[in-house]
């Protein structure tokens, strides 16, 4: 049961438009959401995170929008550059009753940003 | 160095024998995860450490999967017997405290059970 899904395997963008890339989950105890990027051979890196209070987080070229009703999130990349080539991932959280943590992660999207 | 290790890079082994991987945590990170991405696959939560609390093992795929944490830092994950489908990038990951806040991960050990 994939809790947390991306659908696209892959996605290619021009350089200089917008990327879109989308997540969606089952969990509706989820309250925290993460975006990372992998490239080849290294491990992931944190992006950007929302929380559940909040329906937008933006950090430079990077927003993710958070529809909670949807159970839907997205990472928006404006303008695309060929630099943001890579895997990128969601991830969810959520606060068990006992403190901890435990992160669902999604399968990945593969974003190649064309020159 | 300022980030999280993990040795081997690469490990190649034999199905049967049993392996072990590596993990140095960011200084000062209380919180440690193990992941394991195969082919095709999401990150897969094998298991959980959070200071010197019970860990939470309930990721581990069999009983044929342990890890353990010594003093607070370092981790090993050991596979005992292994066999083909353990096949994959083991990652692991640290965090300042137990909170949902961002994972520091290093850069996995490709592990292939021939």
């Known amino acids: 049961d994939q809790q947390v899904k991306q659908n696209s395997p892959s996605l290619s963008v021009q350089e200089g438009r917008i990327s879109i890339l989308n997540c969606d989950y089952t969990n509706s105890m989820f309250d925290y959401f993460l975006w990372y990027k992998k490239y080849p051979a290294e491990g992931p890196t944190f992006l950007i995170s929302i929380s559940s209070i909040k329906d937008k987080n933006e950090d430079g070229r990077f927003t993710v929008f958070l529809n909670k009703s949807a159970k839907h999130l997205s990472l928006h990349i404006v303008p695309s550059q060929p630099g943001d080539s890579a895997v990128y991932f969601c991830?969810?959280?959520?606060?068990?009753?006992?403190?901890?943590?435990?992160?669902?992660f999604g399968t990945g999207t593969r974003l190649k940003v064309l020159a | 160095g300022a980030g999280v290790s993990q040795s081997p890079s690469n490990k190649v082994t034999e199905k049967g024998k049993d392996v072990e991987l590596r993990c140095d945590p960011i200084s000062g990170h209380t919180a440690l995860y193990w992941y394991r991405q195969s082919l095709g696959q999401g990150l897969e939560f094998l298991i959980y450490f959070q200071g010197n609390s019970a860990p939470d093992k309930s990721g581990l795929p069999s009983d044929r999967f342990s890890a353990e944490r010594t003093g607070g830092s370092v981790s090993t994950l050991t596979i005992q017997r292994t066999q083909q489908e353990d096949s994959a990038v083991y990652l692991c990951a640290s965090s300042l405290t137990r909170g949902g806040e961002t994972q520091y991960f290093g850069p996995g050990t490709r592990l292939l059970v021939l």
């Open positions: 991830a969810a959280s959520e606060t068990l009753t006992s403190g901890t943590y435990k992160y669902i």
